[in-house]
């Protein structure tokens, strides 16, 4: 097929194979790509679905693709397929049914709301019946029903739009509307489905500044304003029109005086600037352009100066600002007669008020000279002196009067001793006065009131068991008597105590017990089951031991027989059992000793029979006889009849014993514990035991029991630290509670607490520091020499107090100092800050308050000296080593790192600190201003060419090239594809590196231009055709929109000129149709269509 374009119309012509024409018409402009996968079927039976059965032979329902379909059925012709004659094409040997799908496929991504053109060539194979064709999108039909020609292989077009509307896919079928079953038989080939495209126009507003370029869409570089035209095919085959509509703007030019001072910098030349000279900016004017400014510029200098200035401490002086009142440099910043800063530097010395102390101690009564008149009160006195320096030199005087000390103390000794005081050892109650020395070294009055104590005395009586024993008379007594202790009373004074002492005697108890054999009874401490005498000691009425004598006797049970008979049937309770046979019977009674009576029963069984039986029991106690349960004593009488109908009487003789009951009054001490009750009891109270009497009865035993309570004393004493009392059972002399145990007069235990106080014997350590010179009251007379001095006095308590001082003497000191500092420090000697090497004195006041001399040797030592140089600029990833220089003891960077070099890789401040053998330090720093970046992205995108056409690539601007190739200079010339690179270095040293890779994107066998503009400026003036390949024969024909012939040439190198028998063409699209053949022998034809713009 070959279609002829034109503004409206796309004519679809039939192949040129044959004589006679059908035309569809289908408005579409242009197509774009293929969209169906086989549609010439040239890969087989593949990209698309058929309802109908694939084979190689023909069938009613089947289909097949073949070059030939006379191969499939003999009685079809042998045509050629659509596309090229010699390739495949569908043959269908149609279903007799209407909703069968020959060829159906479904095609994803669809544009919405586009026109896309359907088409399809088919032919008749069998002339009998031409087959129907209906063609539907999405199930929607598409034009009218297709009737295949009469003519066997007569190639005809189905041709239709089909708009996408909101579908994004189109599944386009083929089915058979013929019914008929002979012939119905169809070729198809070339199903084609493409989205149509129309022509557009883009109107673009350029604007360069005057000396700029402007590249067109074209390609063609452009200076001088105007409109230009550039025609494109878009990817969908149809024209597109950019007209570029150009203005060039003027550049503008200024001119400025600007001064500053010096330390100050103007941003000019593209760059903070602080040095004379004339700067040039290049800027952007309001309209974008160039604005160029140049700068002259004027550094004014500055002016400096300097004063030395001294003032005293508490003085100030107007520098730096303010008024100042500190040591130091202060700096002024004035104007001088140019508006620039004058810097006035002040040199401030503050010259220290010395100060002094003393501290002077006085008596009562006495006076010292300070504060300009002679002072008796305590308190602080200040008198101002001028120093050596002409400041004031202030001397604070702590003046402390010492009272004259009085002191009382009362003091008690007992009768017969005796105490100092009044000069004198006294041994007489009154009052005494002692006038001594106190450690200020005044007067202190000690007035003593004397108390002499008398001797006391106690009787106590005390009674203790026959084999105890009780301390007294200085010993353990035992026997009954009177008994003397000498003691320490609650004053310190003798105590007398004298002790009536009474033994009591023991008590002695006989009991005689009886049990039963196999009973236990508790005597002898233990339980007892066989005879004896048994002794127990217990404690008596007056808490002495009482002896327990038992005397145990042990009964013995009895033993009982007696006949039993009963009648023949009948039973009788004996052996624990109702018994029927004749036997021997065991019951186990109580006697009337309470013990253990067997009975023994001979049990006969007798026709008719009667027994009597003696039966005990307790009160409380019941038998059955006589028919119930009886609790009384008496006869019962119980009649029985055998199963002969005997009677069997027995008659019970029953006797109920009484029980027993008795009382006890029993005493204890308290923490002591008495059986009763069933446990051992601690507490009173009334409490009851139930035991078995002689005649085996309850015999109820109840105890009165009463508790009597130990007694116990208190008894605070207080001792010198040193002395000591009996107490606890033994002499302490530790403070402490001691606790003493007798027996009270009812011989229960009787406790004795004394609490024991120790008063302290004072001992005070002082220590004291004088200065070489004076002198302090220790050990009873005032000391100047170091050492341990001890005073002993008596305590308000009557103990001793003992003051140890330790006493040091501080000597005058003279200490010799060599101290260094660095050039421009101070150091503070000789009374003021120094800066000069030489020999200092001070004389200060050591922390004790005495003089200590200081000589200092100064030396003042020299700074480094470092320099980095000037501040720069650096490349972006070069590495700039900033050298500090050698000879320095240490380095350290901003970064706190060390090294003499330290490489920067970034803009910013580059500190270093260095540090000689001395300690002394300097530093500078350098400036990293800017951080210049690499040259990139100056190749041209990577491109497409075509075939080997040479491409040329101009790079301008930098001061030197490196080509792949090895070239220089600033352009370069490539053919065909590859990757290309360049390196490149601009005026400022940077160095960079870009590719441009080449794609050789043709696969045609020559390149057409869709427009051009012969107006005579040299630039697409002539259209023809640029070969990729190379052409054997060649005819080009050039056809107008009315289908006329307007140019035609075999010659390649000679192409339209854009004229018409000699006149300018008509713009607009024309037509051209090209006939060539390739070296191999290949003849082909092309055709499309060119616009021409003028």
Not at 166 to 179: C, D, F, P, R, V
Not at 385 to 400: A, E, N, Q, R, V
Not at 951 to 969: C, H, I, L, Q, R
Request: include cysteine; hydrophobic fraction near 35%.
């Amino acid at each position: 097929m070959r279609c002829i374009k034109n503004i409206i119309l796309l004519l679809c012509l039939l192949q040129v194979w044959h004589a006679h024409v059908n035309a569809q018409i289908c408005s579409c402009d242009n197509y774009g790509n293929e969209l169906v996968v086989n549609g010439d079927f040239s890969s087989g039976n593949t990209g698309f679905t058929s309802e109908y059965e694939f084979n190689t032979t023909a069938s009613p329902g089947r289909y097949g693709i073949t070059t030939n379909p006379h191969t499939a059925n003999f009685y079809w012709p042998t045509c050629p397929d659509h596309t090229t004659g010699t390739g495949n094409m569908m043959w269908v040997d149609a279903s007799s049914s209407t909703s069968i799908n020959i060829w159906s496929e479904t095609i994803n991504g669809i544009n919405p709301n586009k026109d896309y053109l359907f088409s399809c060539w088919l032919n008749t194979l069998d002339g009998t019946a031409p087959a129907v064709l209906q063609f539907s999108v999405n199930g929607v039909l598409i034009g009218d029903s297709l009737t295949a020609p009469v003519t066997t292989c007569n190639w005809v077009q189905f041709c239709a739009i089909w708009n996408s509307g909101s579908n994004s896919a189109a599944t386009i079928t083929i089915t058979n509307q013929s019914l008929l079953v002979y012939g119905n038989d169809v070729g198809i080939d070339d199903i084609s489905f493409r989205e149509c495209c129309h022509h557009s126009t883009t109107d673009v507003a350029a604007t360069i500044c005057d000396g700029e370029t402007y590249q067109l869409p074209g390609g063609a570089a452009v200076s001088v304003p105007g409109i230009y035209s550039d025609s494109f095919m878009t990817s969908l085959g149809c024209d597109s029109v950019i007209v570029t509509d150009l203005s060039v703007l003027s550049n503008s030019f200024s001119s400025q005086n600007i001064s500053i001072c010096e330390g100050e910098s103007y941003y000019a030349g593209g760059a903070w600037q602080s040095t004379n000279g004339v700067y040039v900016d290049t800027l952007d004017n309001a309209a974008g352009c160039d604005s160029v400014i140049t700068t002259h510029l004027s550094v004014l200098p500055l002016s400096t100066f300097m004063q030395d200035v001294t003032i005293c401490e508490g003085q100030s002086f107007l520098a730096g600002g303010a008024l100042q009142t500190i040591s130091g440099i202060y700096n002024d910043t004035l104007s001088n007669y140019l508006g620039c800063d004058s810097i006035l530097t002040t040199h401030l010395m503050v010259l220290p008020i010395s100060y002094y102390s003393q501290s002077v101690s006085i008596c009562d009564g006495d006076s010292f000279f300070v504060g300009g008149s002679f002072q008796k009160m305590s308190g602080a006195y200040y008198d101002t002196l001028i120093s050596f320096t002409g400041c004031d030199s202030i001397l604070t005087t702590h003046l402390t009067v010492l009272l004259n000390s009085t002191g009382a103390q009362n003091v008690s000794v007992c009768d017969g001793q005796s105490f100092y005081a009044g000069g004198a050892w006294q041994t007489v109650s009154g009052v005494y006065v002692d006038t001594l020395v106190n450690f200020a070294g005044c007067d202190s009055v000690l007035t003593t009131n004397l108390t002499v104590l008398f001797h006391s005395a106690q009787t106590q009586d005390i009674s203790i068991c026959n084999g105890q024993s009780f301390y007294a008379g200085g010993a353990w007594q035992t026997t009954g008597g009177v008994y003397v202790d000498t003691l320490v009373n609650a004053m310190g004074c003798d105590s007398v105590l004298t002790t009536n002492l009474t033994v009591l005697l023991h008590s002695a108890h006989a009991q005689d017990v009886s049990i039963c054999n196999g009973q236990s009874f508790y005597a002898g401490g233990a339980w007892q089951t066989t005879y004896g005498v048994y002794l127990d000691t217990l404690v008596n009425a007056v808490g002495c031991d009482s002896v327990l004598t038992t005397n145990l006797t042990i009964l013995p049970n009895s033993f009982f027989s007696q006949p039993a008979f009963i009648c023949s049937g009948d039973s009788i309770f004996q052996g624990g059992a109702y018994q029927k046979v004749a036997g021997t019977y065991y019951d186990t009674l109580i006697n009337f000793l309470g013990c253990d009576s067997v009975l023994i029963t001979q049990l006969t069984v007798l026709l008719h029979s009667a027994s009597v039986q003696q039966v005990n029991i307790c009160d409380g106690e019941s038998f059955f006889a006589g028919g119930a349960l009886q609790t009384t004593s008496g006869t019962y009488i119980d009649t029985m009849a055998n199963m002969a109908g005997c009677d069997s009487v027995v008659t019970t003789n029953l006797m109920v014993l009484p029980a027993s009951a008795y009382l006890q009054h029993i005493s204890i001490c308290g923490g002591q514990a008495f059986y009763c009750g069933g446990a051992a009891q601690t507490q009173s109270g009334v409490y009851v035991d139930t035991l078995v009497n002689f005649l085996g009865c309850d015999s109820v035993l109840t105890t009165d029991l009463s508790i009597i309570p130990n007694s116990s004393f208190a008894q605070d004493v207080a001792i010198c630290t040193g002395d000591s009392v009996f107490a606890g059972g033994a002499w302490q002399h530790q403070a402490g509670i001691y606790t003493d145990h007798y027996f009270n007069y009812l011989g229960c235990d009787s406790v004795l607490t004394t609490n024991l106080v120790l008063l302290p014997v004072f001992s005070t350590q002082v220590n004291a520091v004088i200065c070489e010179g004076e002198s302090y009251l220790a050990g009873g007379s005032n000391q100047s020499q170091p050492g341990v001095y001890v005073d002993s006095l008596h305590a308000m308590t009557g103990c001793d107090s003992i003051v140890t001082t330790t006493l040091e003497v501080i000597l005058k000191t003279t200490t010799v100092v060599y101290p260094s500092i660095c050039q421009g420090e101070q150091y503070l000697a000789g009374g003021m800050l120094q800066t000069m090497p030489g020999t200092y004195y001070d004389t200060l006041t050591s922390m004790a308050g005495c003089d200590s001399a200081v000589i200092t040797h100064l030396t003042v030592n020299p700074n480094p000296v470092v320099a980095l140089g000037n501040d720069t600029s650096i490349c972006t990833g070069d590495t700039l080593f900033i050298d500090a220089g050698d000879g320095y003891q240490s380095y350290l960077w901003q970064d706190q790192s060390g090294g003499r070099i330290f490489p920067a890789t970034e803009t910013g401040n580059y500190r270093v600190t260095v540090t000689n053998v001395f300690g002394c330090a300097a530093y500078d720093t350098l400036v990293v201003v800017d951080l210049y970046p690499l040259p990139g992205n100056f190749l041209l995108s990577d491109t497409v060419i075509c075939g080997n056409i040479p491409v040329t690539v101009s790079v301008p601007g930098f001061v030197k090239y490196e080509w792949f190739d090895g070239s220089a200079s600033a352009a370069n010339t490539f053919t065909g594809e590859g990757s290309y690179w360049l390196k490149v270095t601009d005026d400022r040293g940077c160095t960079g590196a870009d590719t441009i890779n080449l794609e050789n994107a043709c696969t045609d066998d020559f390149l057409m231009p869709n427009a051009f503009s012969p107006n005579q400026d040299g630039l697409n003036d002539m259209f023809l055709p640029i070969p990729v390949r190379a052409f054997t024969e060649y005819d080009l024909k050039i056809f107008n929109r009315w289908g006329m012939l307007v140019f035609e040439s075999e010659n390649l190198s000679q192409g339209w000129d854009g004229t018409e028998q000699g006149d300018n063409g008509e713009l607009g699209a024309y037509v051209w149709k090209m006939d060539y053949t390739l070296e191999d022998g290949t003849r082909k034809s092309a055709s499309g269509s060119v616009l021409l713009l003028r």
